[in-house]
């Protein structure tokens, strides 16, 4: 999502219950339609589903699950929650967005009922009703954009020099190291095993790949296999090629198709030069974790405690005019 002064804000969380659906293909079906929606107001979408789903992840244990969906949570400029489902999942990811200031939205048919629990946490500032599909479309995108421009005045609030670099040095500290059974989680998810493994594993554990740029490797750009491992090891970590192809199993001649390939996905020209990649590596995998630090600075910080008050009174407000209207 970009402010009008051009600024990306970065990625936003599709919440949805996942566990014992019903109509399990065709709910993952309307996130990603969700997705459509955020991703056309300029935001990178993540989905849970492609990558802790409980059927096609089933091999994650919980704590993998926590640990890589509570990071994608708490980095996100935003969530968006479909409350068409009861479900603890959901709950639980509103609750961590409230607790690191960041707005959630909630999406459900206009005729059902929502717990009053979950439309009176202080982190719904929106909640669209819907009785269509090109209704969803229209009044989500007119839901960001709100979402939008309210960041875009808090951010224009001044804060002093110092107080922004040490949020932002600590923002790096905290994407550089992640839980060790994260990192183990994420390779297996990404399909790395062996030498290449454990190259990475160390590359992690001393700093030299960001442990939240692996997990933005593997679960917003769904990198898998032998090509994220050849991305990893010759574009991340400047192993020479032949070295490369020895730790993957290939010849250097398919370990560079395969970084071709891997490349591409990430937007990058096959022949990229190094000052290329070495833009998108700040750009996308050591930036991208300083986005939380960069969209919460001012949700406490600063804020004139009446405006605070009346902003909430608003949000109320709005919420009650909601479930007061007629329901289709």
Known sequence: METRTGIRLGEAYVSGALTSLEEGARTRLFYELLAEVVESAGLRAYLPHRVTDPVTAAHLDPRAVYDIDRAHVTGSRVVVAYAGIPSFGVGIEVELARE?????????????????????????????????????????????????????SEAAQAVSDDVVVQRFLASLGQARHLPDGEVAALLRIGDIDGEAATHIRDAVATGRLFGAGLRDLVGRHALRGADLSVFVLRDVLERPLADVARMVGSDPRTAKRRLEAARARLGLAPDATANDVAQWLVTELIAPPTRALQLHLFSGDGRNGTRAAQAEDDRQAGLAKQESEPRA
Do not use: K, M, Q, Y
């Open 100 to 152: 690191h200031g960041i707005p959630v939205i909630l999406v459900v048919e206009r005729e059902r009922t929502v717990s009053r629990l979950l439309l009176g946490n202080p982190a719904v500032v929106e909640c669209v009703r819907f009785t269509d599909l090109d209704g969803l479309r229209r009044s989500l995108g007119a839901a960001l954009e709100r979402v939008r421009d309210v960041v875009a």
